[in-house]
Structures are given as C-alpha cells and as structure tokens.
C-alpha cells in the first residue's frame, strides 16, 4: 500500500457529464503529478504542480482541468470528455519537482476512466 | 523529442534464470534513471533508481547505467514467477523539472 491514494478507482461517464477525480499524498511531498496511461502508449505526463505552483502542463486539452488546493490535494475535472480519454489515470508524487532522489515519484493506485 | 526505447516484449525466461531488461535514451543530459515494475491492472511501483555510471545491486535486481552508450539496463537474478510484470523505463531528461519520460515497458514472463 502507498501512500498515495486516488478516488474513485473506476469511473463510467457519457460525453456530457463532468466528474472529479481526486488524488492525496500522505508523504510530506511537495510535487504532484497527473498521468494519462493508455493501451500500447507509454505513459504520459499531464500536469505537473509543485508547492501548489503548476509548473507543467503538457498540452492537454481544456476538458481536463486540474487543481492543486494544498501540497496533499490533487484534482482533475473532466468535462466533454470523448471516447479516446478513456484511460487509467494516474497520480504521482514526489519530494521535490529536481532531480536526483528527490525527485523519485511514487504512484497512486490509478482511476480507471471510462467515456461512453 | 526525447524519447526513451524498450524491446516491447514479451520477454520469457524460466524459473531461475537471470532476466535482461533493455532501455535506450535520447537526451545525453539526463541525469536520473528509474524502474518501475507494473503488475496487470495496478500503478507502477519504484523498484530502482540509479544516477551514476556503473551497477547497483538491490538484493535480486541490479541496474547498470552507461551515460557514454545512453542505456540503461535492469538485470533480475533467480527469476520467479511473481516477478511476471510489465518493467518501465523511466528518464529525467537535463533541465526538466520533475519531468519523467516512460518507455512503453518490457512484459516479463517467468515460466515455473
């Protein structure tokens, strides 16, 4: 078990609807970071925010919306989503946003999204 | 673009053998390395990180890094079925800010 942890671990939503998903960190970390992990695809970075800062923001399109309230919250809204985002999405942490040890990410158990 | 390159798999080794795990990198100023081990259906799990030429040993896995040649590898000795997962190589490519770059990941199979 990590200490990282994500809700809800499965989502079902149409086109239309907007939903959260939700992702905390029980490490003392400061960096959070949002994935997108499809079939066949490597893993891809989404969002990067560090001491609540956004740091990085890897041309996502707009339907994905993140927050950062504090260095232990993560969020990401999703609206309009399309058939294609229909992925396991997954949070990470770290210490720092550097290189080196600090910067060794751990992750959350992943929601898995699925856009009819 | 920076990319890093893995052998897709699958890779099938016996019970006991030693597993070989590739990874290729193009950006010469990276500076950390890191494997993550995935199990089908679950997040990746950190098994090793390495910043410096050479091996590190980690009790069965052994990581071995040539910044000259841009590889990075992961070697599991005494292979055994529950290490049966999809292996990620992950890079820090120079200058980024907390900015990994995945490899697609290798499968490993180990046949009882």
């Known amino acids: 078990e990590t200490g990282v942890t994500q809700t809800p671990r499965h989502l079902v939503m149409g086109m239309t609807n907007k939903k959260s998903l939700k992702c905390e960190q029980h490490?003392?970390?400061?960096?959070m970071y949002w994935y997108k992990q499809s079939a066949k695809k490597p893993l891809e970075l989404m969002f990067v925010?560090?001491?609540?800062?956004?740091?990085e923001n890897n041309s996502v399109p707009s339907r994905f919306s993140p927050e950062c309230p504090n260095s232990s919250h993560l969020f990401l809204h999703l609206h309009t989503l399309q058939p294609e985002d229909s992925a396991l999405y997954l949070c990470?942490?770290?210490?720092?946003?550097?290189?080196?040890?600090?910067?060794?990410?751990?992750f959350g158990p992943g929601t898995r999204l699925t856009v009819l | 673009q920076k990319e890093v390159e893995q052998n897709s798999g699958p890779l099938s080794v016996p019970e006991g053998a030693i597993a070989s795990l590739n990874c290729t990198y193009s950006?010469?100023?990276?500076?950390?390395f890191f494997w993550y081990r995935q199990y089908s259906g679950k997040s990746p799990e950190l098994i090793m990180s390495?910043?410096?030429?050479g091996d590190k040993e980690d009790g069965r896995f052994t990581a071995q890094l040539n910044k000259a040649s841009q590889y990075v590898s992961l070697l599991i000795r005494d292979s055994q079925p529950s290490d049966s997962a999809t292996y990620l190589c992950?890079?820090?490519?120079?200058?980024?800010?907390?900015?990994?770059?995945f490899g697609k990941g290798t499968k490993l199979s180990v046949k009882p």
């Open positions: 992950a890079v820090k490519p120079g200058g980024s800010q907390g900015n990994l770059i």
């Open positions: 990470a942490s770290s210490p720092d946003a550097s290189g080196g040890n600090q910067g060794t990410q751990y």
């Open positions: 490490l003392g970390h400061n960096a």
């Open positions: 925010y560090s001491l609540e800062e956004r740091v």
């Open positions: 950006d010469r100023g990276s500076q950390s």
């Open positions: 390495i910043y410096s030429n």
